[in-house]
């Protein structure tokens, strides 16, 4: 097993910059994994120890077929720990979670030669070692792109069923018990092609499935947006098209930090692609468009994940040959919360270097998984950036010595699926209650409570021994009282 730590100094990897209208992340460490053959990582988390766990897939380790591949590393990137998987002939990890006993679950799909394809979910130990795994079927083709933890300990994963010319496909959700037994099962979609492409919790109990839909009518073929709301026993609630006359693809969901979700992809003009994001507000029975925005350069940029950041803003991440220093390099965009570009970078090297994966750490930094045919030893190796602090993160104060009124800052990370940071600031001393409330307004969780001194504050919140879910922070003095929402989502 190799490793590779090269750092900024090192010459042969250039990070591009475009001219920023906000300072910047800077370039921290990289590490890259595998062996002489193909790797590359689909999925990347924070393990709750403080370290990362990435998984996808391999070939430098079975001369025979593709493999599921999971690595562990410390805080650093080096590695501590690898696995890998054989379930059939050709096999992909594609979402990768840490479960509530601190082991792990990966779910992609599988296929042997010459015949259709599974999903499959798999559960290990802590150490990566496999507990048990399942696969699943309904048509010809069925790949799964993301699984999440229930808070009944199950699990439930989601990507497509198609036939085997793709003539027709449905989204398909698979919801199992913790032994990875059968709960229910069920597909969503009509007569068109529906393919999902990433699923997150609401906290209610319910989900949104996001992906895209492809149709086609007398005036020829399109592709757009398209996402279903799904109650925790499979019933579909409602479902959205976002139409536009362009080829829209979408490939990752996130929870909006003020409330509603924000979908991301590309948008395929034939001879280039641009980046496309949408924010939506949810409703019992349907959602709203807030607002839409597209990002990119001269030829083709393509969002494959998103994550929120404190301030209500967005990092989409993904691939870019419009900049940077080879064919395509990591590429990460950051907006504000109305969808306006804060800043862009690139990474990469002189070859093929693509992100399908993004995380926000603790200390306000991220970090992007793919593979890159730039570095390492193989074909492609797994790779692993990790940026530092993102300035544009921090909270601006006229005096931070003495904050102006009550105020409770974004959690972050935020989701969060170990701890997270509670911030929050008063303005004098005072008697402060802060506490971690239900969505039924049930205290859960005493944080704080106590005279405390003017200035800024903070405390952690562990999430070992709480159920995935929505959590409302309410921080309260004797004249005044703020809220902000948490998701946990191991």
């Known amino acids: 097993m190799k490793q590779l730590t090269v750092y900024i100094l090192l010459l042969s990897f250039w ?23 193909t790797d590359d990582f689909s999925s990347v988390i924070q393990t709750r120890n403080g370290g990362f766990a990435l998984a996808g897939e391999t070939m430098s380790f079975d001369v025979d077929d593709y493999n599921v591949y999971l690595v562990k590393t410390d805080e650093e990137g080096a590695e501590t720990w690898s696995r890998t998987y054989d379930i059939g002939y050709y ?20 296929r042997e030669q010459d015949e259709g394809s599974s999903f499959f979910i798999l559960k290990t130990d ?6 048990w795994r399942r696969t699943f079927s309904r048509a010809y083709w069925n790949e799964c792109y993301s699984v999440d933890q229930t808070p009944d300990g199950g699990f439930v994963f989601a990507g497509f069923t198609s036939t085997e010319d793709y003539t027709a496909a449905n989204y398909y959700v698979v919801k199992v018990d913790s032994a990875g037994e059968l709960v229910w099962e069920n597909t969503y979609g009509g ?16 989900f949104m499935a996001a992906g895209y839909v492809v149709s086609e009518d ?13 109650a925790g026993n499979g019933r579909q609630i409602w479902s959205r098209t976002f139409e536009t006359d362009t080829w829209d693809l979408c490939l990752s969901i996130t929870h909006a930090t003020n409330g509603g979700y924000a979908l991301a992809g590309f948008t395929n003009f034939g001879q280039r692609m641009d ?3 949408i924010r939506i507000n949810d409703y019992a029975d349907h959602c709203d468009l807030v607002w839409e925005g597209g990002y990119g350069g001269v030829q083709s940029d393509i969002c494959n994940a998103i994550v929120n950041t404190p301030d209500g803003g967005f990092v989409l991440a993904g691939s870019t040959n419009s900049s940077g220093a080879g064919s395509d390099d990591f590429f990460i965009v950051r907006t504000d919360d109305a969808g306006e570009e804060q800043w862009r970078r690139t990474f990469g090297g002189n070859q093929n270097d693509r992100c399908f994966s993004i995380i926000g750490t603790p200390d306000r930094g991220y970090a992007l998984a793919g593979y890159t045919e730039s570095f ?42 170990s701890t997270a940071r509670i911030r929050y600031q008063v303005s004098q001393s005072c008697r402060v209650l802060l506490s971690l409330q239900d969505l039924t307004g049930r205290r859960i969780r ?23 879910g929505i959590y409302f922070i309410v921080l309260d003095t004797e004249s005044e009282n703020a809220v902000t929402m948490t998701q946990l989502a191991k």
Not at 126 to 131: C, F, I, L, S
Not at 378 to 397: E, I, N, Q
Request: glycine letters at 12%; charged letters at 15%.
């Open 376 to 417: 390492g030893a193989g074909g492609a190796d797994g790779w692993l950036v990790k940026t530092g602090f993102d300035p544009v993160s921090a909270p601006v104060m006229t005096n931070p010595s003495i904050p102006q009124g009550l105020a409770l800052l974004p959690v972050h990370p935020n989701p969060f699926n």
């Open 218 to 230: 007398s005036l020829g073929a399109s592709c757009n947006f398209y996402l279903v709301k799904i």
């Open 275 to 277: 980046i496309r994001l």
């Open 446 to 468: 005493t944080l704080t409570d106590g005279l405390i001194n003017a200035g800024t504050h903070e405390t952690v919140l562990n999430g070992n021994n709480l159920p995935n």
């Open 126 to 131: 802590v150490e990566g070692e496999e507990q």
């Open 191 to 206: 007569a068109e092609m529906e393919f999902c492409m990433s699923l997150v919790p609401t906290g209610q109990g319910a």
């Open 15 to 37: 990070i591009c910059v475009l001219p920023p209208a906000h300072a910047q992340p800077e370039f921290d460490w990289m590490q890259t994994y595998g062996g002489e053959d």
């Open 91 to 110: 096999d992909n990890c594609l979402s990768l979670i840490q479960t509530g006993d601190d082991g792990f679950a990966l779910a992609g799909y599988t």
